[in-house]
């Protein structure tokens, strides 16, 4: 989870890392054109850098953000329905010991944490199903979007980024 | 003319596109809501009945609980408990199915005992309790 993470991270960070340059000591811009190619490819990394790349940085936004958001979503379910599950099976084998030598009021209190535990088990299945799908869904749709994209355009050099400096780095504020 | 014909095909598969999604996401939310775990057989359930218009009655060697049971079907036998104030419980067992009553002479029953009686199967696997019946004092020991 943490590798994605850093991907997302060193690829959001590395367009505006070279798109400056260093010139006498002046930043100057270079516009890039980027091609369907590359944008799909981006799209495939991660949904939403290829939008990020061409330009449509609000879409790219949104969509790398709720990809992020589906997938911690999704790990989560997954890992509380593993839990559950478990729990599930436990309580289902001492509610099945009650039947021998055991008490109506026993089976019967087993039988309600039996079912409490079905209906949060079904609640983490429904949601790790959900957005699992989602995560899919969206994935298809950037590499489609992407696919689709006219091409050509040039890349929005705006907004603030990192440069490298003789120095070190410097922030870079584009407009 | 032709680049003119791409667009409109591009903008249509746009707008498909997005039908697409939205219908994914409605038939995943359907999808998603079927059960993948089922719950055991809920076996207690109506397997032994709750006994029930208890009853007591002073007799000359003790004092008799007597009952009724709607079905007794899976009853191997009965219980009896005998619950004091504090809390201390005594208990019989008696393994007739056919039992509608017990005549307790070893118990020490006295005002504010708490009385039930519930079924058991061969498998020694207690029903439902049926409700509680208090021993009235009487006079002198008030």
């Known amino acids: 989870m943490y590798r994605i993470y850093l991907m997302v991270l060193l690829t959001l960070a590395m367009p505006a890392w070279a798109a400056a340059e260093d010139m006498d000591g002046e930043f100057a811009l270079r516009p890039r054109e980027v091609s369907r190619k590359q944008a799909m490819g981006l799209s495939a990394v991660f949904p939403g850098l290829g939008q990020l790349a061409t330009g449509h940085r609000q879409r790219g936004t949104a969509m790398v953000v709720a990809e992020v958001g589906f997938i911690v979503v999704w790990l989560t379910s997954h890992a509380d329905y593993n839990t559950q599950k478990e729990q599930f099976d436990a309580e289902r084998v001492r509610y099945?010991?009650?039947?021998?030598?055991?008490?109506?009021?026993?089976?019967?209190?087993?039988?309600?944490?039996?079912?409490?535990?079905?209906?949060?088990?079904?609640?983490?299945?429904?949601?790790?199903?959900?957005?699992?799908?989602?995560?899919?869904?969206?994935y298809g749709y950037g590499l489609l979007d992407a696919l689709l994209w006219e091409g050509g355009r040039m890349v929005k050099e705006e907004g603030v980024g990192l440069a490298p400096r003789p120095t070190g780095l410097a922030v870079v504020y584009r407009f | 003319m032709r680049h003119g014909q791409w667009f409109v095909v591009l903008g249509g598969l746009k707008r498909a596109m997005r039908c697409g999604l939205l219908f994914t996401i409605l038939g995943t939310w359907v999808v998603a809501c079927g059960n993948d775990v089922e719950l055991p057989n809920a076996y207690h359930v109506g397997y032994l009945q709750q006994p029930g218009e208890i009853t007591l009655s002073d007799e000359a060697d003790g004092t008799r609980v007597?009952?009724?049971?709607?079905?007794?079907?899976?009853?191997?036998?009965?219980?009896?408990?005998?619950?004091?104030?504090?809390?201390?419980?005594?208990?019989?067992?008696?393994?007739?199915?056919?039992?509608?009553?017990?005549?307790?002479?070893?118990?020490?029953?006295?005002?504010?005992?708490?009385?039930?009686?519930?079924?058991?199967?061969?498998?020694?696997?207690?029903?439902?309790?049926?409700?509680?019946?208090?021993?009235?004092?009487?006079?002198?020991?008030?």
């Open chain 1, 96 to 138: 099945s010991a009650w039947a021998e030598g055991g008490s109506f009021a026993g089976a019967d209190a087993s039988w309600l944490r039996l079912q409490q535990k079905k209906n949060d088990l079904d609640g983490s299945h429904s949601r790790r199903v959900l957005f699992g799908a989602l995560s899919g869904a969206l």
């Open chain 2, 66 to 142: 007597s009952w009724q049971i709607a079905s007794r079907d899976n009853v191997a036998g009965f219980v009896i408990s005998f619950t004091d104030s504090t809390g201390s419980e005594d208990t019989r067992q008696i393994d007739d199915p056919q039992a509608s009553s017990y005549l307790a002479v070893d118990v020490d029953i006295v005002a504010g005992t708490a009385v039930q009686v519930w079924a058991v199967d061969a498998s020694d696997f207690y029903g439902p309790r049926s409700t509680s019946v208090m021993v009235a004092g009487s006079e002198e020991e008030e």
